[in-house]
């Protein structure tokens, strides 16, 4: 076999598991069937934590303030712990994603507001050292006054916990992320408003979580019409959304996303149902985020999503 005939047959080999498969894609081969872009080397479960806990504290705040501003004293307890407790983890994961401390820290030295990573990290650093101070401040019961302030600072915060993350994502060349960028902070801030009306609605007492129901409902409303509106418009890179294990995890968190916004009907008056909105709530937004990172992954795996999209544009930027 000649030289060129062996290229071929080694470029040949690699993809063909794609081509022709059930969604319909047309043929498509890679050069010796290698990845185009690299694929990104976060952990799992790491980063779907730190996606997780930052959105889930961010709305955490801001339902622990709009609480205390209309006397709900065990709502606010139970959005301040929540604030404290999600960031905190959420530092955590990023620290144990990063391997050493001194990462994190190296982030903080210097602020560019051009790099979603920068400001991200400057959002979260003073987010969670307030809702901690927030927090030790609601158990003890001292400094109520510096506490307010400080959970006022948090809130202000807050969207930006709810929101970077999308953002980071979307800023990388990651097909599945880069695709979406319009639709996926709408998804994230809906998740994150699921995340914290669940644990809401279970952790408070029926009497004082209407807020935090209402909340999980709008939140498992949104994350479901963002979804769909994400996945509509992604085009080719909404299979990688619909297929495969991220299609699996994704059609769950919809699912878990419906039974909470349903259980939210009745958790006023069932102590069980409140429950169950708590659980399907919480696991629903751990769902989507873990759906859409593995999405992306997934996307920066098969070069199909790099070039395929990038063909389709060509004639139009011409």
């Known amino acids: 076999m000649s030289i060129d005939g062996q290229h071929a047959e080694v470029a040949n080999t690699g993809r063909d598991e794609h081509a022709g498969n059930d969604s319909g894609r047309e043929p498509f081969r890679s050069y010796y069937g290698n990845p185009v872009i690299k694929e990104p080397t976060w952990k799992v479960p790491d980063v779907p934590a730190y996606l997780y806990l930052g959105g889930m ?8 303030v709009l609480a205390d501003a209309s006397g709900n004293g065990r709502l606010r307890r139970t959005g301040r712990l929540c604030a404290a407790v999600g960031s905190t983890a959420s ?5 144990h994603d990063l391997g050493r ?6 982030m903080l030295r210097v602020f560019k507001p051009t790099s979603p ?27 109520p006054l510096p506490a307010r302030l400080a959970a006022g600072g948090s809130a ?10 999308a953002v980071l ?46 909340m999980a409902a709008v939140g498992a409303a949104g994350e479901l019409a963002f979804g769909e509106l994400m996945e509509r418009r992604a085009g080719r890179i909404a299979e990688a959304y619909r297929t495969g294990r991220p299609g699996k995890v994704l059609r769950a968190a919809r699912a878990l996303s419906a039974v909470c916004a349903g259980a939210a009907l009745f958790a006023g008056r069932s102590r069980v ?3 169950v909105a708590g659980l399907s709530g919480t696991a629903a937004s751990v769902a989507t985020r873990y759906g859409v990172f593995e999405a992306g992954r997934e996307t920066a795996r ?8 990038q063909r389709e544009r060509a004639p139009s930027r011409q």
């Open 302 to 309: 098969d070069p199909y999503y790099t070039v395929v999209p």
């Open 273 to 275: 149902a409140a429950w």
């Open 169 to 214: 994502l979307t800023d990388t060349a990651v097909p599945g992320w880069h695709e979406v960028y319009r639709e996926l902070p709408f998804v994230f801030a809906s998740s994150a408003l699921l995340g914290a009306g669940s644990l809401g609605t279970a952790l408070t007492p029926r009497s004082q979580s209407a807020p935090a129901r209402r």
């Open 57 to 64: 504290a961010g709305a955490s705040a801001i339902m622990g």
């Open 156 to 165: 202000v915060l807050a969207p930006g916990m709810t929101t970077y993350t």
């Open 91 to 95: 530092v955590v994961a990023l620290i």
């Open 117 to 143: 990573l920068s400001v991200g990290s400057w959002i979260l650093a003073p987010f969670s050292g307030l809702t901690g101070a927030v927090a030790v401040a609601e158990l003890s019961g001292i400094a």
């Open 101 to 106: 401390p001194a990462r994190f820290l190296n």
